[in-house]
T-cell receptor, first 113, second 112 residues
Framework: ETGVTQSPTHLIKTRGQQVTLRCSSQ?????VSWYQQALGQGPQFIFQ???????GRGNFPPRFSGLQFPNYSSELNVNALELDDSALYLC????????????FGSGTRLTVV | GDSVTQMEGPVTLSEEAFLTINCTYT??????LFWYVQYPGEGLQLLLK?????DKGSNKGFEATYRKETTSFHLEKGSVQVSDSAVYFC???????????FGGGTRLMVKP
């Protein structure tokens, strides 16, 4: 079975721009969660998608938004980028929110300059 | 809100030394507890988990026991190897199982 695939692996954007990160979930998984990991820190929960609807959100502003598609893949969109948005963005997939079965991708490293 | 505190690193050990990484948590209800490992350039891998008080999670020689009375979930290994060098994260899940709350991570460096 394939694991979680994220693209791109690295990205450099300018402050104020918009960015879209992509995630393909593991085969058989229907729930996708996104986490932000700043350098030297633990991951922080952004939001989760289940059945194409947001199913929980962490303490992130509305300029962080997402989508889930019928094939369970997902996008994370960030508008009006700020320097503090520079981080590793991790996607994790699971089956029906079963947290024990989370599979993480390798992440997208976003640098905002 | 829920929170996880783990010892700051880096932790530097010689091969075959005993490892302890401390983790304590604050949560309402009865969370599940996890240890994740992150190797350079990779995502997070689940190392072990425990879902209720006094449960012991174990995997690849690592162990951790869910201690509700001390709100702790310390990670231990009797004999570390160079290949164990990585960053280790303690985490808990909310009661709905929708999200993980992570500690800040502890970098382990094992020298030959």
């Amino acid at each position: 079975e394939t694991g979680v695939t994220q693209s791109p692996t690295h990205l450099i954007k300018t402050r104020g721009q918009q960015v879209t990160l992509r995630c393909s979930s593991q085969s058989g998984h229907n729930t996708v969660s996104w986490y932000q990991q700043a350098l030297g820190q633990g991951p922080q929960f952004i939001f989760q998608y289940y059945r194409e609807e947001e199913n929980g959100r962490g303490n992130f502003p509305p300029r962080f938004s997402g989508l889930q598609f019928p094939n369970y893949s997902s996008e994370l969109n960030v508008n009006a980028l700020e320097l503090d948005d520079s981080a590793l963005y991790l996607c994790a997939s699971s089956l029906t929110g079963q947290i024990y079965g989370y599979t993480f991708g390798s992440g997208t490293r976003l640098t905002v300059v | 809100g829920d929170s996880v505190t783990q010892m700051e690193g880096p932790v530097t050990l010689s091969e075959e030394a005993f490892l302890t990484i401390n983790c304590t948590y604050t949560a309402t209800g009865y969370p599940s507890l996890f240890w994740y490992v992150q190797y350079p350039g990779e995502g997070l891998q689940l190392l072990l988990k425990a879902t209720k008080a006094d449960d012991k999670g174990s995997n690849k020689g690592f162990e951790a026991t869910y201690r509700k009375e001390t709100t702790s979930f310390h990670l231990e290994k009797g004999s570390v190897q160079v290949s164990d060098s990585a960053v280790y994260f303690c985490a808990l899940s909310d009661n709905a199982g929708n999200m993980l709350t992570f500690g800040g991570g502890t970098r382990l460096m094992v020298k030959p």
